[in-house]
């Protein structure tokens, strides 16, 4: 069975500062996908990344990163120098490639505040 | 670009009545799928389509139903609802439906019964 874990419940840090959101999966498939997805106050779901099983190649898009570890099933997600706009709840999710409905599973998310 | 629009945004009812969510994806995204976002909660996954047949199905009670139609819309149709059902209700597209297609979500409905 599939399953995301975000240990991290909330996360506070003074704007400039660099955060990391750590995200946790299990699945028995060998292709699969991993997915960041931001929920700003406002509430949609902004798309933000996705990494399939065998691109463990590190990702870095603009203050964002992503450091994906098949050793340690881990997709953690960096924020540097964190700005007050990147204040949201973040969501890891996974797909397998196998599951032809194709529904993701989140992660209970890691709400993110960055304080002026 | 042109997003997945959903209908109504927000959406306010009494117990037992009925609510119908629409949902419009991406133009020229064949599969559709929808979430319930509880307070506080990650999204649930309730139920997809794809070419206009149901394509899998998750956590969805049996008073809802959905379909989608020839223009690829969908309508989520909730019936007796419940104080429980008062959640966020996203609608998601993609393009195909094989896995690890990216799912890009509407702004969501915001269903409140009372």
């Known amino acids: 069975a599939q399953k995301v874990t975000q240990a991290q419940t909330e996360i506070s840090v003074v704007e400039k500062e660099d955060v990391t959101l750590d995200c946790v999966y299990e699945?028995?498939?060998?292709?699969?996908?991993l997915f960041w997805y931001k929920q700003p106050p406002s509430g949609e779901l902004v798309f933000l990344i996705r990494?399939?099983?065998?691109?463990?190649q590190n990702e870095i898009s603009g203050r964002y990163s992503w450091n994906f570890q098949k050793s340690t099933s881990s997709f953690n997600f960096t924020i540097t120098a964190s700005q007050v706009v990147d204040s949201a709840v973040y969501f890891c999710?996974?797909?397998?490639?196998?599951?032809?409905?194709?529904?993701?599973?989140f992660g209970p998310g890691t709400r993110l505040s960055v304080l002026p | 670009a042109a997003g997945v629009i959903q209908s109504p945004r927000h959406l306010i009812k009494e117990k037992r009545e009925t609510a119908t969510l629409k949902c419009y994806p991406i133009?020229?995204?064949?599969?559709v799928y929808w979430y319930q976002q509880g307070p506080g909660q990650d999204p649930q996954f309730l139920i997809s389509f794809y070419e206009k047949m149901q394509s899998d199905k998750g956590s969805i009670p049996d008073r809802f139903s959905a379909q989608q139609f020839s223009d690829y819309h969908s309508e989520l149709n909730m019936s007796s609802l419940e104080l429980g059902d008062s959640a966020l209700y996203f609608c998601a597209s993609s393009l195909g439906t094989s896995g690890g297609r990216t799912q890009y979500f509407g702004p969501g409905t915001r269903l409140t019964v009372l």
């Open positions: 133009p020229r995204h064949d599969t």
């Open positions: 699945t028995r498939d060998t292709t699969y996908y």
């Open positions: 990494r399939n099983s065998f691109d463990e």
């Open positions: 999710a996974l797909s397998e490639a196998n599951n032809y409905g194709q529904n993701f599973v």
